[in-house]
């Protein structure tokens, strides 16, 4: 570990190297560099010339520097530096006991913690040194020593405590069991967090290890951070974050969750730099705060990162203050006793008793009430006002009823301006009724409450009708005027009830309504711990429902989680696991961090200790990258160097070879780069599929006999030039192909010579064919035979080269075939013919049946299929009447030989070719004059 | 000293270049008509008549015998037909014999940056061409220990091919040989050996009373010494190397001492009443041809043949 770094070296002592770093320097000032050499004729001048005293000419200071972090980076590598080198220990004999701090500060970076025990129980393994682990935490058991490997199933066991450490208790097994071991190597994984009693426990584990070796793990990893004192004050919740360690800022979130884990809100934190502790604001309307059951630290999984909230955040007191003086006289007519009655179930109502309203209200604000209310009272005088504005200003809600007393007196204190005096309805003097309640403003609080029909108001103050009535009315009566009226002031809100609170003036004091009113409106005001006055406390106890674990997250409790009474506001413990107890409305929060608890760094000086911290990563060897940069400064030297010496000067002296050597290099460098480069050039069916589909071609199968092929080959060629000749298309060199592996797509017509005797291609050549065929190809068989052809009917069919077809045939799906029709389709693509002569004359031209004609469509001049014959079939060798020799002779004589017969060959292989380029188009080209006529030309 | 093996390569490509170059630079500028002071007396004879009266066998003219000259030299045969004195004239058939020499040694084959020539190529271009322009002038040239002296038409190609064929150690000085009293030497070189062996080759040429011309041909970079830093200069012959540490604070020693070389030779060369010029190849190759051709053309004598040749010409017409 390297200056808080973490570094380390698996041979320091090789850094001892370094010290030869300044005779390095020494020698390499000292060296000059090697001179440029120039070959100068004159040098016989020089010769004569005394050499002046001159300063020698050294090494860059740059050169030198170079240098020298080359040496110092090898020297560096060769002491083997690891990155998050694992945790040391200083001997390898002893055993080894890992304390382990598994309070709730260890949670936050458990991993790390249980990593670095991990390593050092596999270091201990390798060592053949036994383990024992002694979590802090769990005082109970004894210590007892283990095997590494059973030290490792133990530790993946150990789970962090929800609560505070309470490493004191420790030290009495852990004394027993130093004393029965006394050669033990001591390794604890401390979370650096001293909760109070931190030192006391210092000086304990001093004496009690004694002289034996200590290495305190410690920092390396973040910090924890713990929530304290969360406060839901009049303006806003508030929640001090706590650290232990000072010096950096640090910032994150806290979030607040209801009791169902919904979000609520998050409240930022950061501190400064000196800053044990901050605080986050939830800046969050009260309605909103209220729900608040749990706080939490962002990203920070530990038990002390969460405040939990009860009802105890949530239950208000409210201050009620009347202004009439005779109320303790009929206590049960008074309006604080109706008012009491309706506030108590969900309120600490304090009552103001037998002091002036401006004394009361100072007293109240005193106690940091959230919410006052005023029955009657007719105004509040000199200072006791002033803070009053303010405390509503402040957040404070402040709700007042209407009195003979508030009718008769100017106030500011209330939302909207009143007339002197009051309204009397149904009264003798009046001709209305008294007035039930009409309902609530929308945008109120009472919204959504159901209307009452059993209110009356016999009398009230009424409001100043003003532009601003309408709005800050809340509940209205059925003639229109307004029964509450409300005003928001600063943060807080001033609510006035324009009757009594008491059964004078009204029924509503007597209502269902007035308590979810008064419910609702307190529900308006913070939650502030008021300043304890008067709590007996109930002493009853409530066992745990839920509670925390030590990374902060809810769980069923434990059989040893015991009842807190209720009311506990202590810290928790092993026995008082953080989390809620109690029934679900009643439920009381159990914190890990007391409000006054504060964090403290541990100091662990006055153990003598070896210190480590933390690893947050795998070691990682830096001999590599070290190495390679050396490397790369040697290259950098190198260059240097070779300019130094005129090194480009030299270079173009000898610049053919070195160029070409350079190039070569290049070349190489790049093909060994891009093994892709070869990829990229055309694989033979690609290159095949180029060249036969950038221009039409005529092919023809090669069947493996070389004369058959040389005639295949000099007769399409011969087809081509006459082709080229006689019609537009010029077509490419013909191109021989293999069924079984080239794609046969790319040719409209394969000339397929048949050799007698020939054996039947392999599958995948007829799956080819087939495919070939029926996507609209045409195969032309020849077999060459007609010669052969035993005389008589039918002869022809048993001829060789027609019995070897019909072999190849058996394994294809061939349509019906028949001889030519005269009026086939294929007589007149381009050349009217009659036969189709090859070298032979007497062969017959076999193509796909087409359909007779029908009855009702009269016999055209030309039939066709509906498409193009798949499949023709000749024995007349059309090839080889085709052959022309490369002086553009004849190759082969013909049978029986007529001049006309060649050139009616040509035309025959003319036709072939147009029918199976153009197909069935000529068949409908008799179509066109009926076409032309109709269109009226 | 061992031939380095490249420089056959470097001398063919330059012999080749020089051809053309010779010939291309011997175009520009007249006939290079010798000088004659001392040709009068002289015994070999050209192969071809000089087109001049002079000393020969053929007969060239009859000129009108002028009063003075010795009256041995009337040709009574001629002089009977009419009342005037006639002397014969014969065709000059003397030929004067130059032998040039072109250093070949490896220091010649140095060219600075930048500098299309290396002093090799300019010594045989110019080489060359004073030959090529010679020899149409008549007079026989000849490399000294290469080639003898010939006046072929085809001066530059026999030149070129001796120098192609001869393999041997080059030298940067001629070898020593005994020329003949009447003939001249041409010395192209860079002259950077040691000042006593110069000296030396000078004294021995002059010996006989041969007269010469010495060129040093020279590099820009070997005047100025352009050199800074950390240099180790290394003499191309094998003479050895030296460092200079700071090469820039040794320009001026340099320069003092390539001053005091030239002087030294200049010493030579004027005490035997030889000429020395120093070219450098950053000028034009002409530029040297025209001062040989001016010097070789025009001595400082003034008693050539060519005068005495034109006086009597004048006389013979009048």
Redesign the interface.
Known sequence: MIGGLPLGFAQPLVLLGLLSLPVLWWLLRLI??R??????????????????E????RTPWWLTLLRLTLAGLVIIAAAGPLWNPPVATSSRAAPLAILIDDGWAAAAAWDARIRTADELIARAEADNRGVALVPLSETGRDISMQTPGAARVRLKQIKPKPHTLERGEALAPLGRFLAAAPDIELVWLSDGVDMGRGQEFIEALSRTIGSRPITVVEGGIAQPHALAAADNAAGALSVKVLRAQTGGSDTGIVHALDLKGLPLGDAPFAFKSDERETEAVLDLPVEIRNDVARLEIVSERSAGAVQLLDKRWRRRTVGVISGSSSDTAQPLLGSTFYLGRALNPFADVRLAEGAAPADAVARFLDQNLPMLILADVGNVAGEAHDRLTKWIDGGGVLVRFAGPRLAATDDDLVPVKLRRGGRILGGSLSWEQPQQLAGFARESPFNGMAVPNDVTVNRQVLAEPDSVLTERTWATLADGTPLVTAQRRGKGVIVLFHVTADTRWSDLPLSGAFVEMLKRLVSLAGSTIATETNTPGRREAVPATRVLDGFGAFEPPPATARPVPAGFTGRASADHPPGFYGPPEGLIAVNTLAPADRMAPLDVSALNARREVYRLGEPQDLRGPIFLGALLLLLADAMVVFWLAGGL?ALGRRRRAVTASIAAAMLAACLLASPHAQAQALSPADDFAMKSSVQTKLAYVITGDAEVDAISKAGLQGLTLFLAQRTALEAGEPVGVDPARDELAFFPLIYWPVVPGAPKPPQIALTRIDAYMKQGGSILFDTRDAVDAPPGPGGEMRAPGMMTLRTILSALDIPELEPLPRDHVLTKTFFLLKDFPGRFSNGQLWVEATPADSEEEPSRPARAGDGVSSILITSNDLAGAWALRPDGQPMLPLMPGEARQREFAFRAGVNIVMYALTGNYKADQVHIPALLERLGQ | MAVEPGLNDIETSAVKQATGGGRTLAATVPRLILEARRVAATVIHGLHGRRRAGPGENFWQYRRFSSGEPAARVDWRRSARDDHLYVREQEWEASHTVWIWPDRSPSMAFASALLPDSKLERALIVGFALAEVLVQGGERVGIPGLMRPTANRNIIEKMAEAILHDREERASLPPSFVPSPLAEIVMLSDLWAPIGDVHKTIAQLSAAGTHGHVVQIVDPAEETFPYSGRIEFVEPEGAGAITAGRAETWRSDYVARVARHRADIRAETDRLGWTFAVHRTDRPASELLLVLHSRMGAGPAGTGINRWHALGQTGGAA
């Open positions: 000059p560099p001179p440029r050499r120039i070959s100068f004729p004159p040098t016989r001048m020089l010769f004569d010339i005394v050499p002046k001159e300063t020698p000419a000067v």
